[in-house]
């Protein structure tokens, strides 16, 4: 059974800082794409940071120099240490893990966890 739990939201003050965390299980996490991704009240899920089974990142312009994504193979984790939150990053954000196989995409979400930045 897989399961991606995630960690570390909150309530910030603008400006503030946050680390999310994820933990899977069930897959062979190595192998897998992860991300994150959030949906602000009202709105539709968004990526917000990606790191390849490789150890390449991508960013929304959104969050880049304020979001940094990063894995740990040895404990099937994957962390997005947030630093100068704004109002808007408030959201609800979600861990995803993704691998296409076999020309079919395996995707898995989390239950996601909560951000809001207000003071």
């Known amino acids: 059974q897989v399961q991606l739990v995630e960690s570390g939201g909150g309530l910030v003050q603008p400006g503030g800082s946050l680390r999310l965390s994820c933990a899977a299980s069930g897959i062979s996490f190595n192998f897998y794409d992860m991300g994150w991704y959030r949906q602000p009240p009202g709105k539709q899920r968004e990526l917000v940071a990606a790191?390849?089974?490789?150890?390449?990142?991508n960013y929304a312009d959104s969050v880049k120099g304020r979001f940094t994504i990063s894995r740990d193979n040895a404990r099937n984790t994957v962390q997005l240490q947030m630093n100068s939150l704004k109002p808007e990053d408030t959201a609800v954000y979600y861990c995803?893990?993704?691998?296409?196989?076999?020309?079919?995409?395996?995707?898995?979400w989390g239950q996601g966890t909560q951000v809001t930045v207000s003071s």
């Open positions: 995803n893990a993704r691998k296409l196989t076999y020309g079919r995409t395996l995707n898995y």
């Open positions: 790191i390849t089974s490789g150890g390449s990142t």
